[in-house]
C-alpha cells in the first residue's frame, strides 16, 4: 500500500507541475495578444481609457485648443502604453488636467430643476413664466 501511495503522489506532483506550467505559458502569452489589439493611433488608444463623459471633454478641448490637445493626446497616450496609466479616465479627470496645463476648455452647462416629476432645464422654466407669476 505505501508503494502505491508514494507511486500516486508522485503521479500527483508531476500532474500539478505540468499545470503550473500550462498556466505560466499562457500568462506569457496573454500580454501578448493584447498588444496586437492595442491601436496604433494615440487618440484611439486614449478614447479606450475614457470614462463618463471623457470623450464630450476631448471633442470639446480638440475644437478649443487642436495643437495643445493633440499634444496632450499623444503623451497620455505613451503613458497608458507603458502602463503608468491603467485607470478609467472620466470628464473630470481629463478637464482637470487640462485646466492644470493652462488650457481653460469651456463646457456647456445645464442646470436642471425638478418640476411636476419632470426635470426640466431652469432656462426652459425661466422662460416660460410670465412676469406676472410672481406677483400672484
Given at each position: 500500500m505505501n508503494e502505491?501511495d508514494?507511486e500516486?503522489?508522485?503521479l500527483?506532483?508531476?500532474?500539478?507541475?505540468?499545470?503550473q506550467?500550462?498556466i505560466s505559458?499562457?500568462?506569457d502569452?496573454s500580454?501578448?495578444s493584447?498588444?496586437k489589439?492595442i491601436?496604433t493611433?494615440?487618440r484611439?488608444l486614449?478614447v479606450?481609457?475614457l470614462?463618463?463623459?471623457?470623450l464630450?471633454?476631448?471633442k470639446n478641448?480638440?475644437?478649443q485648443?487642436?495643437?495643445e490637445?493633440?499634444i496632450?493626446?499623444?503623451?497620455?497616450?505613451e503613458?497608458?502604453?507603458s502602463g503608468?496609466?491603467?485607470?478609467?479616465i472620466?470628464g473630470?479627470?481629463l478637464?482637470?488636467?487640462?485646466?492644470?496645463?493652462?488650457?481653460?476648455?469651456?463646457?456647456e452647462?445645464?442646470?436642471?430643476?425638478e418640476?411636476?416629476?419632470k426635470f426640466?432645464?431652469l432656462?426652459?422654466k425661466?422662460?416660460?413664466?410670465?412676469?406676472?407669476?410672481?406677483d400672484e
Amino acid at each position: 500500500m505505501n508503494e502505491e501511495d508514494s507511486e500516486l503522489e508522485r503521479l500527483k506532483a508531476k500532474r500539478l507541475a505540468e499545470m503550473q506550467k500550462n498556466i505560466s505559458s499562457r500568462q506569457d502569452q496573454s500580454p501578448k495578444s493584447p498588444e496586437k489589439i492595442i491601436p496604433t493611433n494615440p487618440r484611439d488608444l486614449l478614447v479606450k481609457t475614457l470614462g463618463f463623459r471623457g470623450l464630450e471633454v476631448l471633442k470639446n478641448a480638440e475644437s478649443q485648443f487642436p495643437n495643445e490637445t493633440k499634444i496632450i493626446v499623444e503623451k497620455l497616450s505613451e503613458l497608458i502604453k507603458s502602463g503608468e496609466i491603467n485607470e478609467i479616465i472620466d470628464g473630470g479627470k481629463l478637464l482637470a488636467l487640462f485646466r492644470s496645463v493652462g488650457m481653460h476648455v469651456r463646457m456647456e452647462t445645464k442646470i436642471n430643476i425638478e418640476q411636476d416629476g419632470k426635470f426640466v432645464s431652469l432656462s426652459d422654466k425661466l422662460s416660460n413664466q410670465s412676469p406676472n407669476d410672481g406677483d400672484e
